[in-house]
């Protein structure tokens, strides 16, 4: 499927059951990469609205430019209350975007759906000079506990794609799109608690699994259900990730 289609029929999941991004993520660019206030933001795939939330809070001008209708539609209710966010129909390759209107170029969990070459040619048309470019994603923890090895196990069994659309495929294109700067990588803690209810919605916001009326459907949730039983503490089980924060100037 399509990258910009793969989510449509996800997004109430997605919205729910995501995890944020930690505020920690715009005191680095405050002290690292000189954001303030006024500066204006691109948030390239931005989905439901999570990461321009965060600028948005900072008092940024922020356009979120998302492809995926459904998505773009939900992220529009969630920051409606923001005079200062854009909502933006284009994709990381053709964001329409002026030239030159943009300070910082930022992404959550969205590049490695990108083609890093036509995404690093626009990049360089919206910038202003001495811009920066952040590559952000929650990463989940896959063997830091018990629960976590058994979920990572369920999805590398019964999955559709996972390995092939994991985020992490996407190191080598991250080098690429700075070239010739090596970005700086920023690592910070984040978590999620779930009930059964969440853990569910949580597995099946991803892109990579059954949905309902698929054959696959009823043994992954039934599997599911089977690992929430087994490690469950007080009716909760506990998602641990490492938001990952790719920062550099563009050239």
């Known amino acids: 499927m399509r ?9 109430e999941n997605y919205v729910r ?8 993520i715009i005191e680095l660019l405050r002290n690292e990469c000189g954001l303030t206030q006024a ?3 691109a948030d390239i795939g931005s989905g439901t609205g999570k990461l321009s939330e965060l600028f948005l809070e900072n008092g ?3 356009f979120g430019v998302e492809p995926n209708s459904a998505m773009r539609a939900a992220g529009e209710t969630l920051l409606g209350s923001y005079e200062s966010f854009r909502s933006v129909d284009g ?3 053709a964001t329409t975007l002026l030239p030159n209107s943009v300070d910082f170029l930022v992404a959550g969990q ?3 759906w990108f083609d890093p070459i036509a995404a690093k040619i626009e990049c360089a048309r919206i910038l202003k000079p001495a811009a920066w470019a952040v590559l952000i994603w929650n990463e989940r923890q896959v063997d830091t506990t018990p629960f976590l090895r058994a979920y990572e196990q369920l999805l590398l069994s019964l999955s559709t794609d996972y390995p092939v659309v994991r985020h992490e495929n996407a190191e080598a294109a991250i080098s690429t799109f700075f070239a010739p700067v090596t970005p700086k990588h920023k690592e910070i803690p984040n978590l999620q608690e779930f009930d059964l209810e969440g853990l569910e919605g949580r597995l099946f916001s991803s892109s990579y699994t059954p949905e309902a009326g698929d054959p696959g459907f009823e043994p992954m949730r039934e599997r599911l259900r089977e690992i929430f ?3 469950q503490q007080g009716g909760i089980v506990r998602f641990e990730y490492v938001t990952r924060v790719f920062y550099g100037p563009m050239e």
């Open 3 to 11: 990258s910009v289609e793969r989510f449509s029929t996800r997004v």
């Open 110 to 112: 969205a590049f490695h």
């Open 39 to 41: 500066s204006v933001v």
């Open 17 to 24: 059951y995501r995890p944020g991004y930690p505020a920690e």
């Open 229 to 231: 039983s087994s490690y």
């Open 60 to 62: 940024n001008l922020v």
């Open 91 to 93: 994709t990381a390759e």
